[in-house]
């Protein structure tokens, strides 16, 4: 599995972006996916998390719940996250994650494949 994110940028506090996540491979929608950040001098953190399938479950962690949205098109192989109220702290380079367990996990050791990552700068 390949995945390719895109969509990062410059913004100013309060603006919104739109990460994509296109996959290559054979069943994308049997996998979980998930987005992670990683800013500067920290670890890379869990952000949101879509099921495989309908995407019935989703995670978020709680600083951009209500801000951020996980949301897949398996007709199109890609995962996404709407990002709405961004904020200087939002500021990292975001990366997408495939997971083919059967359970929603958050943590970067259950995750199996990654992409290359894309920048976020969120202006104060």
């Known amino acids: 599995v390949q995945l390719q994110a895109s969509g990062g940028g410059l913004v100013q506090a309060g603006g919104s972006l739109r990460l994509s996540c296109a996959t290559s491979g054979r069943a994308f929608s049997g996998y979980n996916m998930g987005w992670f950040r990683q800013a500067p001098g920290k670890e890379r953190e869990f952000v949101a998390a879509i099921s495989s399938w309908r995407g019935d479950s989703i995670y978020y962690r709680d600083s951009v719940k209500g801000r951020f949205t996980i949301s897949r098109d398996n007709a199109k192989n890609t995962v996404y996250l709407q990002m709405n109220s961004l904020k200087f702290e939002d500021t990292a380079v975001y990366y997408c994650?495939?997971?083919?367990?059967?359970?929603?996990?958050?943590?970067?050791?259950?995750?199996?494949?990654w992409g290359q990552g894309t920048q976020v700068t969120v202006s104060s």
């Open positions: 994650a495939a997971d083919f367990s059967r359970d929603l996990r958050i943590e970067v050791v259950d995750y199996d494949y």
